[in-house]
């Protein structure tokens, strides 16, 4: 029997959630470039040789879609993903992002996962020589990338040249840094964009670039905590349309034989 205590332990759980801060954009690849949200700008590509686009590979155990950047170490013939962030985060430099991706086998020592320096900046989130997340030019963490395999990374910025980033949900570091502040290249990216895997293009450290794929990437507006980074629900492949009608069909099978028992 469904008790007094189990609906109330249900509505703390909901109350919870409820309360928990939501993406303001949410894209996971399923065959578009598109945002979960309505209003969203989809991602933009960043793709000279004409090599990427939308594969299935397995994530976590699961089968889905995902898109597969493919350029080479040359800056100008690298490939990734770009979003224009000022209709979607306050201006100010508090925000989170949380990224599911891998990188394949490659001869680079660094690669880029992203920045906000329009390209012009090698300050950037990095995998670095020793497979391990780099704010450069700040410090890393202790928990080892391994390519080929899909990680969750996120990394929080708090607003105040403080970032916190995490691997699978646990902590790496905590950093003093304004390397991932808008606000350190207001004049060289105005929009507030944010490129993934695309390394810089000017100043030192270009070529920083590995290929690989992309299965979600989810933006928040604010500065997520270490409990709220590790509750984070993975997101689940949207069900292919035969499979989708299938459960519709099943359902109304059910459906049917409940209605004749009760006859």
Do not use: C
Not at 69 to 81: K, R, Y
């Amino acid at each position: 029997m469904f008790s007094v205590l189990s609906a109330a332990s249900l509505g703390a759980t909901f109350a919870a959630s409820a309360a928990d801060p939501q993406p303001v954009a949410t894209w996971r690849f399923d065959r578009t470039l598109a945002a979960d949200q309505a209003g969203v700008p989809a991602l933009g590509v960043i793709d000279p040789l004409g090599l990427s686009g939308f594969v299935q590979d397995t994530v976590f155990g699961e089968t889905r879609w995902v898109w597969r950047f493919d350029g080479n170490s040359t800056p100008s013939q690298q490939a990734g993903l770009l979003v224009n962030s000022s209709g979607l985060l306050n201006g100010d430099d508090a925000y989170s992002i949380d990224i599911v991706f891998k990188f394949e086998p490659n001869t680079s020592s660094w690669e880029n996962i992203f920045g906000v320096s329009n390209r012009q900046s090698d300050n950037a989130l990095y995998i670095d020589p020793d497979s391990r997340l780099e704010v450069w030019p700040s410090g890393d963490g202790p928990t080892r990338f391994t390519v080929g395999e899909y990680h969750r990374v996120t990394l929080t910025n708090r607003g105040n040249n403080t970032v916190t980033a995490y691997m699978d949900g646990i902590f790496q570091f905590d950093l003093s840094t304004t390397s991932l502040n808008f606000s350190a290249y207001a004049s060289a990216n105005p929009q507030r964009l944010i490129h993934f895997f695309a390394d810089n293009l000017v100043g030192g450290g270009q070529g920083e670039f590995a290929d690989g794929a992309v299965a979600s990437i989810r933006l928040y507006d604010v500065e997520l905590s270490s409990d709220q980074v590790g509750g984070l629900p993975p997101l689940p492949a949207v069900p292919e349309p035969a499979s989708a009608l299938m459960m519709l069909a099943g359902g109304a099978v059910v459906a049917r034989a409940a209605r004749r028992r009760r006859v």
